[in-house]
């Protein structure tokens, strides 16, 4: 069946377009699909991939969203897709529908389809793939794996992508065995030959050699803040699988096996204990901090929960512990594979009774090395459980972030820890004694010495000196220093970034971790609009002075968030008193990754409500 | 309740170790626990067995969960490290403390609503692990610290002080920790020092999951009549299958035993375990007979003490992890961090 390019003109764009794959789960589609975004890339061309994957193993579908942006645009864009790459029957009407007009259809035409399941508004172009297959390979196993290579290759035709990358690349992934490169060469040929004799090459939509990736990496967010628990010198992990984290284990275990195996007696610098549950998990964390090693465990919502009790435990004692929360939607099972900002509560204020946590948000996976070396420090140092808020978006996809960079001078900050010299010396010892001022006593290793140092660790209520007690004066004093010791989390965890508008405004946007490429877009966007918001994004909880600064420097603010209820807005106006008329929701949901248009569109809409005067300070 | 501080005075006449230390110094604060309760005898046997092997104090951490007898550990080695964790979850944190620092000796103490209800899960996977400790369940079939209630390990029959009876099926600790691969499996009852502090020397010397199901009798909840963890129920129902010393080889061997009815056992870390047999059809090293004879004898009703099951060259879980022998929490930057250069490195594979 030949292009329907009578009927309608395609889009027109060179490097700036999104291009959507439609496939089975489990069909061998994921290699070249990564193929085409990774090819991508090494023209020069920055592009962000996103794997929209259902909880499942095998046969549903699975879709794979490819942003192309010259302009370096990493975040959603909105708005539909301008290529469909429809391989799955199942979501035919949908992917079709989900095309935007003068966009693009690509499917495998081997059987004719009734016109009724296309749009006039389309260009259609179909490629006969199950019959090229068929002709080139005998068994079924080959014809489906090689089938996405065809396609691969019929694109790199249509888009004019250079195909020598797309060989170097083949090259790379099957090192060593020169068979399966020659296979998958032949099969990415057959099918761009294919698509040069019978369809017009190249579409509207083309790719085109370009600079602007510079030296920048392309890594998952949990490989990169796994690469981080290693620098940042963590020996101990504890987790339960769950999606989405279980990757962020799997390559800390990776890594360790690279870095961490000592070369001589060939024995590892490492534990990691696939444990029985998300308790045994932070259990033994904790149990591991306590003892002077650096750990942490990854996981998801469900764990969250599950962890409570043992985060109050670590809150009130004072031991160590690093928590990667790979978010994604809740509440309860939720969307296991959908992307959502919904434990910041619930890890901001985990465990009953009064406790506050301290929270990094990464933006990419720049930040989740940087930050996840950072928490151990943090964990030592505040002697107190770190969250790292990751989600699915930021943690299992590949991303485009700085080189990673490690300052060789730098050494591990364990904080307070009393040695056995100054217990000699006759240090006064008193584990819960705030010597500094600053909220953080000492404590001592088990083992140090053979008469000093040693006290009791427990949960329940005790004096400076760690005996127990339930004396009114002895837990208040208590708690009360363990708010001070939170005031000075402020100074220690990773400052805000601002961004001031190109014209001055009295409107300021708010957001955090993955929202990231999409707000600064939206804020390009509302600026041609002429409507100018300065930014804030947040790094760290507790809030630094700049947050308040900020807020009382605009007379409106959107606080930006993909959660139903508002989660960081709540926390501003409980940590902060901010008055919570001052604070406009803009709220995204629904599991897909924030959008640059929705961001836009919504504040947008939402600026011609605001002219009302302030009736009172924002910040008291 | 709060602490008060022993007197610091002794008798100069006291025994010394060889580390110089009397029995005054492993011992620690004055018990708050029921006069008579079983479980401060399991800690004055704790004392015992630590000062008889000339351990140093500080060296030794103790880790419990929640309840009457995880209240112990204040009251035994005062110059030790202590964890009162959470209720059931001593385990994890005794596994995290250990891969911290494999070089202490940790002892986890426990009890029967503790390991055997809400800690179950982390009771068998932490004998699965094969994590080198000393874990003690003191069993007294009740919640204590709760006021009385039924524990998993109550005997299906057992009756409450108020009459009511308990319909459920008894856990099996003991039965458990052989099944689950533990390398030392040992019950004993509290009223018993002769059996019991052998017991818990020869635990701390095994390089592996050691575990004592220790009954010990509660005074205020489980000792009357119908309770099957009463001292008068235990002494009459113990068919004790052998007696322990642990010989660490300053010991002269003085008194002579009949053909057949000694057996040296010689642990991984060189002390020797003397079991002194008193039924001859009893193998400690056969797993399965164990469990067949304690399902055999359980059923008659009959307690079964002693030290059951025992493999003197155990693994532990930092041998299945082949890890270093330096304790992780004294390797800094120089031994964990890859550096700018493997860094660089990666950055070029990812582009």
């Given at each position: 069946m030949?292009?329907?390019?009578e009927?309608?003109?395609g889009?027109?764009?060179v490097n700036d377009f999104?291009?959507?794959?439609?496939?089975?789960?489990?069909?061998?589609?994921?290699?070249?699909?990564?193929?085409f975004?990774?090819?991508?890339l090494?023209m020069g061309?920055?592009?962000?991939?996103?794997n929209?994957?259902p909880?499942?193993?095998?046969?549903?579908?699975t879709?794979?969203?490819?942003?192309?942006?010259?302009a370096?645009y990493?975040?959603?864009?909105?708005?539909?897709?301008?290529?469909?790459?429809a391989?799955?029957?199942?979501?035919?009407?949908?992917?079709v529908?989900?095309i935007?007009?003068?966009?693009?259809?690509?499917?495998?035409n081997t059987?004719?389809m009734?016109p009724?399941?296309?749009?006039?508004?389309i260009?259609?172009?179909?490629v006969?793939?199950?019959?090229?297959?068929?002709?080139?390979?005998?068994?079924?196993?080959?014809r489906?794996?090689?089938?996405?290579?065809?396609?691969l290759?019929?694109?790199?035709?249509?888009?004019q992508?250079?195909?020598?990358?797309?060989?170097?690349l083949?090259?790379?992934?099957?090192?060593?065995?020169?068979?399966?490169?020659?296979?998958?060469?032949?099969?990415?040929?057959?099918?761009?030959?294919w698509?040069?004799?019978?369809?017009?090459?190249?579409i509207g939509?083309?790719l085109?050699?370009?600079?602007?990736v510079?030296?920048?990496?392309?890594?998952?967010?949990?490989?990169?803040?796994?690469?981080?628990?290693v620098?940042?010198?963590?020996?101990?992990?504890a987790?339960?699988?769950?999606?989405?984290?279980?990757?962020?284990a799997?390559a800390f275990?990776?890594?360790?096996?690279r870095?961490?195996?000592?070369p001589?007696?060939?024995?590892?610098?490492?534990?990691?204990?696939?444990?029985?549950?998300?308790?045994?998990s932070?259990?033994?964390v904790?149990g591991?901090?306590?003892?002077?090693?650096?750990?942490?465990?990854?996981?998801?919502?469900?764990?969250?929960?599950?962890m409570q009790?043992f985060?109050?435990?670590?809150?009130?004692?004072?031991?160590?512990?690093?928590?990667?929360?790979?978010?994604r939607?809740?509440?309860?099972?939720?969307?296991?594979?959908?992307?959502?900002?919904?434990?910041?509560?619930s890890?901001?204020?985990?465990s009953?009774?009064?406790?506050?946590?301290?929270l990094l948000?990464p933006?990419?996976?720049?930040?989740?090395?940087?930050?996840?070396?950072?928490?151990f420090?943090?964990?030592?140092?505040l002697?107190?459980?770190?969250?790292m808020?990751?989600?699915?978006?930021?943690?299992?996809?590949d991303?485009?972030?700085?080189?990673?960079i490690w300052?060789?001078?730098?050494?591990?900050?364990?904080?307070?820890?009393?040695?056995?010299?100054?217990?000699?010396?006759?240090?006064d010892?008193g584990?819960?004694?705030?010597v500094?001022g600053?909220g953080?006593p000492?404590?001592?290793y088990p083992?140090?010495h053979p008469?000093?140092?040693?006290?009791?660790?427990?949960?329940?209520?005790?004096d400076?000196?760690?005996?127990?007690?339930?004396?009114?004066?002895?837990?208040a004093?208590?708690?009360?220093?363990?708010?001070?010791?939170?005031d000075?989390?402020?100074q220690?965890?990773?400052r805000?970034i601002?961004?001031?508008?190109?014209?001055p405004?009295?409107l300021?946007?708010?957001?955090?971790g993955?929202?990231?490429?999409?707000?600064?877009?939206?804020?390009?966007?509302?600026?041609?609009?002429?409507?100018?918001?300065?930014?804030?994004?947040?790094?760290?909880?507790?809030?630094?002075?700049?947050?308040?600064?900020?807020?009382s420097e605009h007379?409106?603010?959107?606080v930006?968030?993909?959660?139903?209820?508002g989660?960081?807005?709540t926390?501003?106006i409980?940590?902060?008193?901010?008055?919570?008329?001052r604070?406009?929701?803009?709220?995204?949901?629904?599991?897909?990754?924030?959008?640059a248009r929705?961001?836009s569109?919504?504040?947008?809409?939402?600026?011609?409500?605001?002219?009302?005067v302030?009736?009172?300070?924002?910040v008291? | 309740m709060?602490?008060i501080?022993?007197?610091?005075?002794?008798?100069p006449?006291?025994?010394?170790?060889?580390?110089?230390f009397?029995r005054r110094?492993?011992e620690?604060a004055v018990s708050?626990?029921?006069?008579g309760?079983?479980?401060?005898s399991?800690?004055?046997?704790?004392?015992?067995?630590c000062f008889?092997?000339?351990?140093?104090?500080?060296?030794?951490?103790?880790l419990?969960?929640?309840?009457?007898?995880?209240?112990?550990?204040?009251?035994?080695?005062?110059?030790?490290?202590?964890?009162?964790s959470?209720?059931?979850r001593?385990?994890?944190?005794l596994?995290?403390?250990?891969?911290?620092?494999?070089?202490?000796?940790?002892?986890?103490?426990s009890?029967d609503?503790?390991?055997?209800?809400?800690?179950?899960g982390q009771f068998?996977?932490?004998?699965?692990?094969?994590?080198?400790?000393?874990?003690?369940?003191?069993?007294n079939?009740?919640?204590?610290?709760?006021?009385g209630q039924?524990?998993?390990?109550?005997?299906?029959?057992?009756?409450s002080r108020?009459?009511?009876?308990n319909?459920?099926?008894?856990i099996d600790?003991?039965?458990?920790a052989l099944?689950?691969?533990?390398?030392?499996?040992?019950?004993s009852?509290?009223?018993?020092?002769d059996q019991?502090?052998?017991?818990?020397?020869?635990?701390?010397?095994?390089?592996?999951?050691?575990?004592?199901?220790?009954i010990?009798?509660?005074?205020?909840?489980?000792?009357?009549?119908?309770?099957?963890?009463?001292?008068d129920?235990?002494?009459e129902?113990?068919?004790?299958?052998n007696?322990l010393?642990?010989?660490?080889?300053?010991?002269?061997?003085?008194?002579e035993?009949?053909?057949?009815?000694?057996?040296?056992?010689?642990?991984?870390?060189g002390?020797?375990?003397?079991?002194?047999?008193?039924a001859?059809?009893?193998?400690?090293?056969d797993?399965i007979?164990?469990?067949?004879?304690?399902?055999e004898?359980?059923?008659?009703?009959?307690?079964v003490?002693g030290?059951?099951?025992?493999?003197?060259?155990p693994?532990?879980?930092?041998r299945?992890m082949?890890t270093?022998?330096?304790?992780?929490?004294?390797?800094?930057?120089?031994?964990l961090c890859p550096g700018?250069?493997?860094l660089?490195?990666?950055?070029?594979?990812?582009?």
């Amino acid at each position: 069946m030949l292009q329907l390019t009578e009927r309608v003109t395609g889009l027109q764009r060179v490097n700036d377009f999104v291009v959507k794959f439609a496939n089975v789960n489990g069909s061998g589609s994921a290699s070249a699909n990564a193929l085409f975004a990774k090819a991508i890339l090494r023209m020069g061309v920055p592009m962000t991939p996103r794997n929209i994957f259902p909880s499942n193993i095998q046969g549903l579908p699975t879709w794979y969203q490819v942003r192309v942006s010259e302009a370096g645009y990493l975040g959603a864009r909105g708005g539909g897709v301008d290529l469909m790459v429809a391989m799955n029957p199942q979501t035919w009407a949908q992917d079709v529908a989900e095309i935007v007009p003068g966009g693009y259809l690509f499917y495998d035409n081997t059987k004719p389809m009734p016109p009724s399941k296309f749009r006039d508004d389309i260009v259609v172009i179909g490629v006969p793939l199950t019959e090229i297959t068929n002709k080139a390979y005998t068994e079924s196993r080959q014809r489906q794996l090689f089938k996405n290579i065809v396609y691969l290759g019929a694109l790199a035709a249509l888009l004019q992508m250079d195909v020598a990358e797309i060989e170097k690349l083949l090259a790379e992934q099957f090192r060593g065995r020169d068979k399966l490169v020659a296979a998958n060469v032949q099969a990415l040929h057959m099918g761009r030959d294919w698509a040069l004799a019978h369809l017009e090459c190249p579409i509207g939509l083309t790719l085109r050699r370009a600079n602007t990736v510079g030296d920048r990496i392309f890594i998952e967010g949990n490989a990169a803040a796994a690469l981080g628990a290693v620098y940042g010198g963590a020996t101990v992990c504890a987790w339960y699988p769950i999606t989405p984290s279980s990757s962020l284990a799997e390559a800390f275990t990776r890594y360790c096996n690279r870095y961490r195996v000592d070369p001589e007696t060939k024995k590892n610098k490492f534990a990691i204990v696939q444990a029985e549950d998300e308790l045994a998990s932070i259990g033994i964390v904790i149990g591991a901090a306590w003892n002077g090693a650096r750990a942490f465990t990854a996981t998801s919502g469900p764990g969250i929960s599950l962890m409570q009790e043992f985060v109050g435990l670590a809150y009130f004692a004072e031991i160590p512990a690093v928590i990667f929360d790979v978010q994604r939607a809740g509440p309860s099972t939720g969307m296991p594979t959908r992307t959502q900002q919904t434990d910041i509560l619930s890890c901001a204020y985990a465990s009953h009774g009064d406790t506050k946590h301290v929270l990094l948000f990464p933006e990419d996976p720049y930040e989740c090395f940087e930050f996840a070396a950072l928490s151990f420090d943090l964990a030592d140092r505040l002697q107190t459980p770190i969250f790292m808020m990751l989600d699915l978006e930021i943690g299992m996809n590949d991303r485009l972030c700085k080189p990673l960079i490690w300052d060789d001078s730098r050494k591990m900050d364990r904080g307070k820890v009393m040695t056995a010299e100054e217990l000699e010396a006759g240090k006064d010892f008193g584990r819960y004694l705030d010597v500094d001022g600053d909220g953080i006593p000492y404590r001592t290793y088990p083992g140090t010495h053979p008469s000093r140092g040693a006290f009791f660790t427990r949960g329940t209520s005790k004096d400076r000196r760690a005996r127990y007690s339930e004396e009114g004066p002895d837990y208040a004093e208590n708690m009360m220093r363990l708010l001070k010791k939170f005031d000075t989390a402020k100074q220690l965890v990773p400052r805000p970034i601002t961004r001031t508008a190109a014209e001055p405004t009295r409107l300021g946007a708010i957001y955090f971790g993955s929202t990231s490429p999409a707000m600064d877009e939206a804020e390009e966007i509302l600026a041609e609009q002429g409507i100018h918001v300065d930014l804030l994004r947040v790094r760290g909880f507790p809030f630094h002075n700049d947050v308040k600064t900020f807020i009382s420097e605009h007379d409106q603010l959107f606080v930006v968030e993909q959660n139903r209820d508002g989660q960081l807005r709540t926390l501003l106006i409980n940590e902060l008193e901010i008055d919570p008329a001052r604070l406009t929701r803009v709220l995204h949901f629904d599991g897909t990754p924030i959008t640059a248009r929705f961001i836009s569109g919504a504040i947008a809409d939402k600026v011609g409500e605001l002219k009302v005067v302030p009736f009172r300070k924002a910040v008291p | 309740m709060t602490f008060i501080p022993k007197p610091k005075l002794h008798h100069p006449g006291l025994p010394k170790n060889a580390l110089g230390f009397t029995r005054r110094d492993y011992e620690g604060a004055v018990s708050t626990l029921c006069a008579g309760c079983g479980h401060d005898s399991i800690s004055g046997a704790i004392v015992r067995a630590c000062f008889n092997l000339d351990l140093p104090p500080h060296r030794i951490a103790k880790l419990s969960g929640i309840g009457c007898s995880s209240k112990t550990p204040t009251y035994f080695l005062g110059a030790s490290h202590g964890f009162n964790s959470v209720h059931g979850r001593m385990p994890s944190v005794l596994t995290g403390a250990n891969l911290a620092n494999r070089d202490l000796i940790y002892l986890g103490v426990s009890g029967d609503g503790d390991s055997a209800s809400i800690g179950i899960g982390q009771f068998a996977h932490i004998m699965r692990r094969g994590v080198n400790m000393t874990y003690i369940v003191e069993n007294n079939g009740v919640y204590g610290l709760t006021k009385g209630q039924f524990s998993a390990t109550s005997d299906r029959g057992a009756k409450s002080r108020r009459g009511v009876e308990n319909k459920d099926e008894a856990i099996d600790l003991v039965g458990m920790a052989l099944q689950l691969g533990a390398t030392f499996v040992a019950r004993s009852f509290s009223g018993d020092k002769d059996q019991l502090i052998p017991l818990i020397e020869a635990a701390l010397k095994h390089q592996g999951a050691a575990f004592i199901d220790c009954i010990s009798p509660c005074v205020a909840f489980n000792n009357h009549e119908g309770s099957h963890t009463s001292f008068d129920y235990v002494r009459e129902h113990n068919i004790a299958v052998n007696y322990l010393d642990v010989i660490t080889g300053r010991e002269e061997i003085t008194v002579e035993y009949a053909a057949g009815t000694v057996e040296m056992v010689k642990q991984h870390d060189g002390s020797v375990l003397r079991l002194r047999k008193l039924a001859n059809d009893y193998d400690v090293h056969d797993r399965i007979a164990a469990m067949t004879y304690l399902q055999e004898r359980g059923a008659a009703g009959e307690i079964v003490t002693g030290l059951l099951y025992v493999d003197p060259d155990p693994e532990d879980l930092h041998r299945h992890m082949n890890t270093v022998s330096m304790p992780f929490n004294d390797l800094d930057e120089t031994a964990l961090c890859p550096g700018s250069t493997a860094l660089e490195k990666l950055n070029a594979s990812l582009r």
